[in-house]
T-cell receptor, first 115, second 113 residues
Framework: GAVVSQHPSWVICKSGTSVKIECRSLDFQATTMFWYRQFPKQSLMLMATSNEGSKATYEQGVEKDKFLINHASLTLSTLTVTSAHPEDSSFYIC???????????FGNGTRLTVT | DQQVKQNSPSLSVQEGRISILNCDYTNSMFDYFLWYKKYPAEGPTFLISISSIKDKNEDGRFTVFLNKSAKHLSLHIVPSQPGDSAVYFCASLNTGTASKLTFGTGTRLQVTL
């Protein structure tokens, strides 16, 4: 089956630093990848849609200058949390799609803790 | 505005019995529905989906029912197994809008021995 690898699985960083999270589709090409954020006991909230070779589309309320998304190839998208603050601490999950309307395949998520 | 709602935050079912997880949506433009299973500290795993042109889809122990007039879908797991214990999310989308999934808040299923 389709596999999506997300790295790192957890990271602790200090306030003011930047953190990069990678999302790779291992055995398929993903023209579209999605980035979600999950707060404790809440649903997955879509942050942005990442299309290979073009700028990401951000959801309302998501700061594009803070959450930098780069979809460099058909198998890799990165999310960089810039100048991280404690309120950015959360569980970030990426997903990728093999084709239009096919089910999303998710990475295992990244637990970010900002101290 | 929560367009996809799972009103039961938790559910406990005995092993071997049927688990029924419910999901309601408000957006009549949604035409494709999915269920995901999620273990702690892991990403969701796709379980089963259904298109709005159907009212039932079955895959092994998992069956999804869709009632479009009521804007309601449910996931039936039978027989329930301890390994089914997880959080289940329903998700909906309008296939005409670039596949942006809207997730429910999840239901934690506990299958007891």
């Amino acid at each position: 089956g389709a596999v999506v690898s997300q790295h790192p699985s957890w990271v602790i960083c200090k306030s003011g630093t930047s953190v990069k999270i990678e999302c790779r589709s291992l055995d398929f090409q993903a023209t579209t990848m999605f980035w979600y954020r999950q707060f404790p006991k809440q649903s997955l909230m879509l942050m942005a849609t990442s299309n290979e070779g073009s700028k990401a589309t951000y959801e309302q309320g998501v700061e594009k200058d803070k959450f930098l998304i780069n979809h460099a190839s058909l198998t890799l998208s990165t999310l960089t949390v810039t100048s991280a603050h404690p309120e950015d601490s959360s569980f970030y999950i990426c997903s990728a799609q093999q084709g239009n309307n096919s089910p999303l395949h998710f990475g295992n998520g990244t637990r970010l803790t900002v101290t | 505005d929560q367009q996809v709602k799972q009103n039961s935050p938790s559910l406990s079912v005995q092993e071997g019995r049927i688990s029924i997880l419910n999901c309601d949506y408000t957006n009549s433009m949604f035409d494709y529905f999915l269920w995901y299973k999620k273990y702690p500290a892991e990403g969701p795993t796709f379980l089963i989906s259904i298109s709005s042109i159907k009212d039932k889809n079955e895959d092994g122990r998992f069956t999804v029912f869709l009632n479009k007039s009521a804007k309601h879908l449910s996931l039936h797991i039978v027989p329930s197994q301890p390994g089914d214990s997880a959080v289940y999310f329903c998700a909906s989308l309008n296939t005409g809008t670039a596949s942006k999934l809207t997730f429910g808040t999840g239901t934690r299923l506990q299958v007891t021995l």
